[in-house]
């Protein structure tokens, strides 16, 4: 099972931008922490951050075939971007939007997801642990979608 993990705009950022929203962890250590738990469950996870956005649907595009699922923490993106949430929906596969924040409790701009639309289930508010629980999600769903197929060709 192969997993992309793809980071928007000032997530590069983390552990010194406002850290009473986000957090003192650094995105190098949420990806080694999530590295790990992937390891243990034997998945393989890559891991891509940009602060452009067609650099972000580039990468969506080229995990057609290549991965398993995508878990997008499209940040400021997630707010604005259509291009993203077509990207999403074109590659047709399992998504976790994250968000390390609620953005229910945030600005009224930031309390809809553009790109959710396009993803299977999105986690928000959980601190660093929503990519663990994105990690989770993502798991469980590929290997009922493959359950299924298996049991389908099985049928056939």
Known sequence: MKIAVI????????GIREQHIYGSMSLEQIHEQLKAAASQ?????????SNFEGEIVDRIQECLGTVDGIMINPAAYSHTSIA????????NMPVVEVHISNIYKREEFRQKSITAGASTGVISGFGPFGY???????????AE????????????
Do not use: W
């Open 7 to 14: 980071q928007g705009p000032n997530l590069n950022m983390l």
């Open 145 to 156: 979608l493959k359950a299924v197929t298996q049991a389908q060709q099985a049928n056939a």
């Open 132 to 142: 663990h629980m994105g990690l989770i999600a993502l798991m469980q769903i590929i």
């Open 84 to 91: 993203i949430k077509d990207a999403l929906s074109a590659v």
């Open 41 to 49: 469950n034997g998945v393989e996870v890559e891991f891509f951050q």
